[in-house]
């Protein structure tokens, strides 16, 4: 695998809103930033998957990308089923980054399809792929991360949705240049 394969990370940041942006980002590897994609979702609805692949399906990046990340609160209430869901629409490997509460959710999917691996990270922190060996994984997982816990992608596409989904900030921030003007 190269290093400098175009994987997408897709977050939703750290917000506990309804209907969030989220943000995906592409990364070459996990050494350049080549563009940044978003939407607005209602994380209970239940074609969130569907939602997610159409967004990256609808990108100019799509027809370079190799891989698809997951990772974010969104992931709590999306059930297997649009995981599976995105990953049949998008045909891109995925890896989902979950927690120990969002760990059910490999459960189904492994119930569910045969091209599915659970492997743990670090302590609280697992992988479900779907789409892909373990050892491509791993790889992967490897290529994108910089020394760091998370992968490049998600942590910077949690980073810039972070900073989307706090309305109050970003508010706060505007009024300053509407005053000036």
């Not at 490049?152 to 900030?169: D, F, T, Y």
């Amino acid at each position: 695998m190269k290093a400098e394969t175009r994987v997408i990370g897709i977050d939703d940041g750290t917000t506990r809103l309804r209907r969030r942006i989220v943000v995906g980002v592409v990364f070459r590897g996990g050494l350049w930033l080549d563009g940044v994609i978003s939407c607005i979702v209602d994380i209970f609805a239940p074609s969130l998957g569907r939602k997610l692949a159409t967004m990256v399906t609808g990108s100019k990046f799509y027809k370079e990308l190799r891989f698809a990340m997951l990772h974010g609160a969104m992931l709590s209430s999306m059930k297997a089923t649009g995981l599976l869901e995105f990953n049949s629409a998008t045909r891109l490997p995925t890896v989902a980054i979950l927690n120990r509460r969002q760990a059910q959710m490999a459960d189904q999917a492994l119930e569910k399809t045969k091209n599915a691996v659970h492997f743990r990270l670090w302590d609280d922190v697992s992988a479900l792929c779907i789409g892909l060996r373990k050892e491509k994984a791993v790889e992967m997982l490897r290529i994108t991360s910089l020394g760091g816990v998370m992968p490049e992608p998600v942590r910077v596409a949690g980073l810039i949705a972070s900073a989307v989904n706090a309305p109050k900030r970003l508010n706060w921030t505007l009024r300053q240049f509407r005053a000036g003007s």
